[in-house]
């Protein structure tokens, strides 16, 4: 997808899309951050969007490895099909749905998640509903996490997990965080 459909989708679903812009490679790249590619063979992305992270992810991915991408928006998961890899599955669907996912490739539980879902933009029990989905199929060690333009949300983490780092990405428009939990 181009910037400037990106804007487009972005103005139409500015609550689903969270942004009006793309991220960043340096967002990408922290997005990523924290994930043991030699050891992971099960991903999940929940927020894709138009599938900017999910190629960062199936860059480092390991031939075996499976990504599983949740994304509402029919025209982004368009947009993610046509990458054409088949490590990809991509859900249009709720990412309150990731056991029943995750049971569709088999496997138990997520190595790490990463997310850029806006959860300032959805409904609060809706919000710590997925946060604790992802916190409950995720493989002991592993990692989530979370893409946010703001920290209104960081209790949501807080909450879940027992440790939350943030981590502040200036190169993005607009500057973005990222936050690592487990």
């Not at 990523?32 to 991915?61: N, P, Q, S």
């Not at 990412?95 to 806006?118: C, F, M, T, V, Y």
């Amino acid at each position: 997808m181009s910037t400037f459909s990106f804007l487009l989708e972005g103005i139409r679903n500015l609550r689903t899309t969270g942004t009006l812009t793309r991220s960043s490679p340096a967002l990408c790249k922290a997005a990523i951050d924290r994930i043991d590619f030699d050891k992971a063979r099960t991903i999940v992305e929940l927020g894709a969007g138009d599938g900017v992270i999910t190629e960062y992810i199936l860059k480092r991915l390991h031939p075996e490895g499976k990504v599983i991408a949740f994304e509402v928006s029919p025209e982004l998961c368009d947009d993610m099909r046509a990458l054409g890899d088949d490590r990809l599955v991509v859900a249009q669907d709720s990412a309150e749905n990731i056991r029943h996912w995750l049971d569709q490739i088999g496997a138990d539980k997520a190595d790490h998640i990463i997310s850029a879902i806006p959860f300032a933009a959805l409904p609060v029990e809706l919000g710590k509903s997925i946060v604790k989905a992802s916190r409950d199929n995720l493989r002991p060690g592993g990692c989530y996490n979370q893409v946010h333009y703001s920290l209104k949300t960081k209790n949501y983490y807080e909450q879940a997990f027992d440790f939350v780092e943030t981590h502040r990405v200036w190169a993005n428009l607009p500057p973005a965080w990222v936050l690592y939990c487990k």
